[in-house]
């Protein structure tokens, strides 16, 4: 999947700056997708100059000037076209993983500290996925929103990455468990 394709889709929720798609990036898709702000800026100029968003300029008075990007026909037949594709399998590169894999041989407390931390990440991340997830029920059930919402993949991709926030932060208690309870039993 390309970044573009990330873009296009969180450019359904209406026109946004780049800063204000940079900010919105990081709480809507942060849980499958990651990109630097200069990534999305190159990105969104590549996007622009072949017609897949527009662009226009608003003047400020006290600030700098700023775009406004918005999908435009070609941009959301873009995404159309996207989304009939087959996906392509999902590959996991995780160095943690690695470290953990190779725990017996290395630094066995730099590796519970490298596990400590992913966990208290996953644990912030959840609480702002939660807090996503509230302001978008707006104090209706899941079944409320689901049955009227205008969009529904937003809070079906934040569920997804939810689930996954919750199962790291199951694996990451298990594995300090397991790494406390083999040093409470060697010499």
Known sequence: MA?????LATLLEGEASGYDLAKGFDASVAN???ATPQQLYRELDRMESEGLVA???VEQERRPNKRLFSLTEAG???LYAFTAEPPKPTAI???LMVKVQALDEGDEQAVRSAVAGQLERSRDKLARFDRL????LDGRTEHEFLERAE???PYLSLMRGRAFEQENIRWAERTLSVLEQRASVRP
């Open 55 to 57: 662009a226009r300029l």
């Open 133 to 136: 997830r509230d302001r978008l």
């Open 151 to 153: 969009r529904v993949g």
């Open 76 to 78: 959301r037949r873009a």
């Open 32 to 34: 499958f997708w990651m």
């Open 93 to 95: 590169r995780s160095e």
């Open 3 to 7: 970044l573009r394709n990330a873009l």
